[in-house]
């Protein structure tokens, strides 16, 4: 359950060791270029969209799970 | 056994003073040195700094005092919710007409009794193999939402929240305020780490709360709390008190956290790196691409048309002038071959000419023919032959006379 964080950076990795590589046609480490700010522009969008963001549960439903949650924010 | 007063005169009335005096006497007689146990409450240390409390029970209460000299010597301070044993002996205080004990000792009853209670939970628990590591669970590498149980207005929160809010990466925080000391609070907390679970509130769950006293930490050594922390199936990190205190929710849960401060680092790090290293990429990424494309354009400058032609042009210009001085050099040889060779020609045309009959003739030499022959010796010749003599350019006759 990582949702993929640790695949991209992966991805982004590799996709720099291939845009340094001069033996890759430059048209091609362009293509990769694009990938790779792609994947980095989802990356962050992704990890930074619960900044600041702090509720709380206000209601005491039953702990077996089988009524409803009230949440609000703290 | 003390006088046993039994009023039914008039001359039996006694001054307040008087029975006061009389029940100290009592007491003191009947009770000269004593322990006893009980819940410490109402305590507050006056200005001479000897300090009044209460031991209570269920049932009733004694008022007490421990002055300051046996303060000082006592290793257990008196405060409220303490569970000791105080040895002493009773007094009346006369003035307000109640009755005291005057604490020479006081003992920490409950705190040894607690442990041993613990002590024994903890052992009946691990016999169970609910702290057994391999029961752990991973914690997820980046979780994006956490459910916290604790206080809504501790300092656990304070400082969990504070650690987030310098983290790009945080995930949602969702709260399960709880009461996180007393009475009471260790069901809310078990019921509320179940409800963390069961609905899903988080990908990680934190049960948080700040530093205290055994007393204070108590409810997370409850039975109820390490049951709920061992029947979750979301992963679980404890961090109650401060680094050096260990409970049953600690041992419990899949991961120990020192202080709640830490418990907040640890489920946000990965997340942090991650976010720090996607931003990375776009700034090396862009080096990188604009260093290839300043090679690719150099490389391609050296082949344009303007500079090839200039190349070409002082290539062959440098061939021609190579060419030239080849030529020149050619020239020259040739020149003075020819004009050796001119010389020779008339030096053999002149010794040529030089050498022919005729030239010789033309030097003064004469030619001798005889009957149309010409004569090279004499003995080829006899007297009286009619001979001719030549010269170069005309011939007389002649007659040989004596040879």
Do not use: W
Request: glycine share 6%; net charge negative.
């Amino acid at each position: 359950m990582d949702n993929g964080f640790e695949d991209r950076l992966r991805r982004l990795e590799e996709i720099t060791e291939k845009m340094r590589d001069r033996d890759v046609m430059l048209k091609e480490a362009m293509n990769l270029f694009d990938e790779g700010i792609a994947i980095s522009t989802g990356l962050e969008k992704e990890l930074s969209d619960f900044q600041q963001k702090v509720e709380k549960l206000s209601n005491l439903p039953p702990v077996d799970g089988s009524g409803n949650v009230d949440i609000e924010p703290f | 056994m003390g006088t046993v007063f039994f009023a039914d005169k008039d001359n039996d009335v006694l001054t307040v003073g008087q029975i006061t005096d009389l029940i100290k006497e009592q007491l003191s007689q009947s009770f000269r040195s004593i322990k006893v146990k009980g819940e410490i409450s109402n305590c507050h240390q006056s200005q001479n700094g000897h300090v009044y409390f209460s031991l209570k029970d269920a049932e009733a209460l004694l008022s007490a005092v421990i002055f300051r000299g046996s303060l000082n010597r006592s290793s257990i301070k008196p405060a409220n919710g303490m569970q000791v044993v105080v040895s002493g002996n009773l007094d009346v205080y006369a003035p307000r007409g109640n009755y005291q004990i005057i604490a020479d000792k006081i003992e920490s009853f409950g705190r040894g009794a607690l442990l041993e209670e613990l002590e024994q939970r903890k052992n009946q628990l691990e016999s169970e193999g609910l702290f057994r590591q391999e029961r752990k669970k991973a914690l997820p590498i980046c979780p994006r939402r956490v459910a916290v149980v604790t206080s809504p207005t501790g300092a656990a929160i304070q400082d969990i929240l504070t650690v987030l809010a310098r983290r790009a990466a945080a995930p949602l925080v969702t709260i399960l305020p709880t009461a996180v000391q007393g009475e009471g609070a260790a069901q809310i907390i078990s019921d509320q780490i179940k409800r963390a679970d069961r609905y899903n509130l988080g990908d990680v769950i934190i049960v948080a709360r700040g530093g205290g006293s055994l007393e204070d930490l108590m409810p997370f050594n409850d039975e109820a709390v390490v049951r709920s922390i061992a029947g979750c199936s979301t992963p679980v990190v404890c961090g109650v008190g401060h680094e050096t205190d260990v409970t049953l929710a600690d041992l419990a849960a899949d991961i120990r956290a020192a202080t709640p401060s830490a418990a907040s680092e640890l489920i946000s790090d990965r997340s942090e790196d991650i976010l720090l290293r996607a931003r990375g990429f776009r700034q090396s990424a862009l080096d990188i691409i604009h260093r290839r494309l300043l090679e690719y354009r150099s490389r391609f400058d050296k082949c344009n048309g303007q500079q090839i032609s200039f190349h070409a042009i002082s290539r062959i210009q440098e061939l021609i002038h190579r060419n030239d001085d080849a030529a020149t050099q050619l020239q020259t040889i040739m020149t003075n071959r020819l004009s050796e060779a001119k010389t020779n020609l008339a030096l053999a045309n002149r010794s040529l000419v030089e050498s022919s009959p005729q030239a010789v003739l033309e030097r003064g030499y004469a030619r001798v023919e005889h009957m149309g022959k010409s004569v090279r010796m004499a003995s080829q010749l006899e007297i009286d032959d009619q001979i001719d003599i030549v010269f170069a350019k005309d011939r007389v006759k002649a007659r040989v006379t004596n040879g």
